[in-house]
């Protein structure tokens, strides 16, 4: 399983993106995929998830209500919109994978298998 993150950039304050993550090597919808940060200085955190073979999605409090984690299974790839950035969202989001995760799992990077290369979001206030 590969894992392609793309869609960062710098933007301002209240501006939105969209990150997207496709999938190679496998049906993405047989995978638990999600969404972590890590920004200079901290460790990575839990953003986003989507639970594997469904559409149960997961999002951080510090994102909920701005940040929206999808799928398309059609084009293998899932999404995570981003809306409302803050400064405080600069940060590499990286996408990961697992075909076996629990919901209590999904927010541990440490369960997941397989991880992409991370995508760089700078938010200027």
């Known amino acids: 399983v590969q894992l392609q993150a793309s869609g960062g950039g710098l933007v301002q304050a209240g501006d939105s993106l969209r990150l997207s993550c496709a999938v190679s090597?496998?049906?993405?919808?047989?995978?638990?995929i999600g969404w972590f940060r890590q920004a200079p200085g901290k460790e990575r955190e839990f953003v986003a998830a989507?639970?594997?073979?469904?559409?149960?999605?997961y999002h951080a409090d510090s994102v909920k209500g701005r940040f929206t984690m999808s799928r398309d299974n059609a084009k293998n790839t899932v999404y995570l919109q981003m809306n409302s950035l803050k400064s405080e969202d600069t940060a590499v989001y990286y996408c990961?994978?697992?075909?076996?995760?629990?919901?209590?799992?999904?927010?541990?990077?440490?369960?997941?298998?397989?991880w992409g290369q991370g995508t760089l979001v700078t938010v200027s206030s």
């Open positions: 990961s994978a697992d075909p076996a995760l629990i919901t209590s799992s999904l927010f541990n990077a440490e369960r997941y298998r397989y």
């Open positions: 090597g496998r049906r993405s919808s047989t995978l638990s």
């Open positions: 989507i639970k594997s073979n469904g559409d149960s999605t």
